[in-house]
């Protein structure tokens, strides 16, 4: 018997698997083309049927993501803290939408007094527009503008924020167009580091945290590079003059050469900022290390005079004061602390802050017979009986710094502030005009006796009314202010502006309007009447010139990071400008 072909056999099986490839093979089957159709059409819908629901399933995550991240935002806008703890730790914010405000009020009275400060801004902003549009600051009585700084523009950007936290924003927006269009630094003028930084450095970052827009970090850090070389000196302490074209830094001649404490120590919150802004360390490095240096020889009490040697880096034989010149170096101590989170890091800015305010209190004195508490200035170991409107911002000060010390001690500090901010406030109500003399003398059996007795215009009591409001609740504070404004409405408005006053017993005119009574007056009023979360002191610091800063985590020292991502003379402390007179 033969055996099959094997070779055969497997070419016979070859074929009969490939026939079912042929198509010829089907069309004489027409039962299993059917079967095959529906086979392919069935597997074609499951796998298209699968795709759907994939991308379906995609797009309902994305869309319950972007609304999870709403309510995130709405959330952080509804909660704020009557005490200042600041716990931010988010370097990305988007632009804040200050609209959303009026909805947040709930008093009547404050709402209706927050539009009367509205309507004042914008009384002093159109006067600036028509009359002095592009100019440092206004004369309201000649319809005209000044160059009080070199011709930066100071009331515009001095005004940003304020604008743009009123909700302004046609204004906001044409002096966005100036900033972006006109704003030139290249000047042959010898600037004060100090006015330029607070007012314009604080101004330009204040309006881009609140705004996101680029061009004012752009210029922000034009300027501040003009800037940094006065801090080219043997100590690291600045000179406090510099031109903008050139670079040539010195110091006024009626210092004798030394720098004035103010001046040299009130530049951090912006310089530091301006680094966590463009992660470029050089900023803050250069103002940080005057503090190192002013900490080697810091005295026990906390107090230092106002001239500093910038070549040794040590105190010189001169006045002690929380007022001209003094203020706010004080004051930056504290919210360099604040700022930087209240972390290990800044932790000696908050210890030399401390021991200052022991100092503080070795001038504290009460007049009599109606016990006025006021903060006395030293030259030696002699006490002055005197005190500066200037520093009225000390009570804020102080009531802002009180929550960061145990129970007792800040009850103590806390009470301080509002007995400080009781006289500041009879700075005012002692007056024919209800509006401050510059400065006042304490004799005694007469409380208190105005001394230089102009007024241009200054914030200082009215900002630290906003944060012993902001701080207790205290609906007296708002009175306060309210009685203040409507002082400001009676004596020093007039048809193109406001103007400051001569002289407070009678009422006589100038002829100025400071940039500051736009930047810090009417923005602290207009925040006294607004609900706490508006700019609230959990995620913003205030600059000296009232410009709000948002706060975001530092810059380590030789730590490499990308650039944050914010969308969102008495010459010191705006010493005010008297070409009007």
Sequence with gaps: MCKPDLVSLHQSSSSIRWRYLNPAYYLKRPKRLALLFVAFVSISFFVWDRQTLVREHEEEILMLKEEVERLQIELGELKHEDVVSVKKTNTTTTKIDMKKMDGLATDPIEAQRREKVKDAMLHAWTSYEKYAWGHDELQPQSKNGVDSFGGLGATLIDSLDTLYIMGLDEQFQRAREWVADSLDFNKNYDASVFETTIRVVGGLLSAYDLSGDSVFLEKAKDIADRLLPAWNTPSGIPYNIINLAHGNAHNPGWTGGDSILADSGTEQLEFIALSQRTGDSKYQQKVENVITVLNKTFPDDGLLPIYINPHRGTHSHSTITFGAMGDSFYEYLLKVWIQGNK???????????????????????????????????????????????????????????????????????????????????????????????????????????????????????????????????????????????????????????????????????????????????????????????????????????????????????????????????????????????
Excluded at 357 to 372: D, E, I, Q, W, Y
């Design 343 to 581: 972390t290990a890091e800044v932790k000696h800015y908050r210890d030399m802050w401390e021991t200052s305010m022991k100092g503080l209190l070795s001038l504290v004195r009460k007049t009599a017979p109606s016990s006025f508490t006021y903060i006395s200035e030293k030259i030696g170991n002699s006490l002055i009986d005197k005190m500066d409107e200037l520093a009225c911002f000390a009570p804020g000060m102080i009531a802002l710094g009180s929550s960061g010390y145990g129970p007792d001690d800040s009850s103590k500090f806390l009470n301080l502030a509002e007995e400080l901010a009781w006289t500041c406030y009879n700075f005012y109500q002692s007056t024919p005009t209800k509006l401050a003399g510059e400065n006042y003398f304490f004799h005694s059996g007469q409380d208190m006796t105005v001394g230089t007795s102009w007024n241009i215009l200054r914030p200082e009591t009215v900002e630290s009314l906003f944060y012993l409001w902001r701080l207790t609740g205290n609906k007296t504070y708002q009175e306060w202010g309210w009685n203040i404004f409507q002082a400001f409405e009676k004596n020093s408005r007039v048809e193109s502006g406001y103007v400051g006053l001569k002289d407070v017993n009678t009422g006589v005119k100038d002829n100025m309007m400071q940039s500051f009574f736009l930047a810090e007056t009417l923005k602290y009023l207009y925040l006294l009447f607004s609900p706490p979360s508006v700019i609230s002191l959990d995620e913003w610091v205030f600059n000296t010139e009232a410009h709000p800063l948002k706060i975001v985590p530092r810059i380590v020292p030789g730590e490499e990071r990308k650039p944050s991502n914010i969308n969102v003379r008495a010459r010191t402390r705006k010493e005010g400008r008297f070409g009007g007179f």
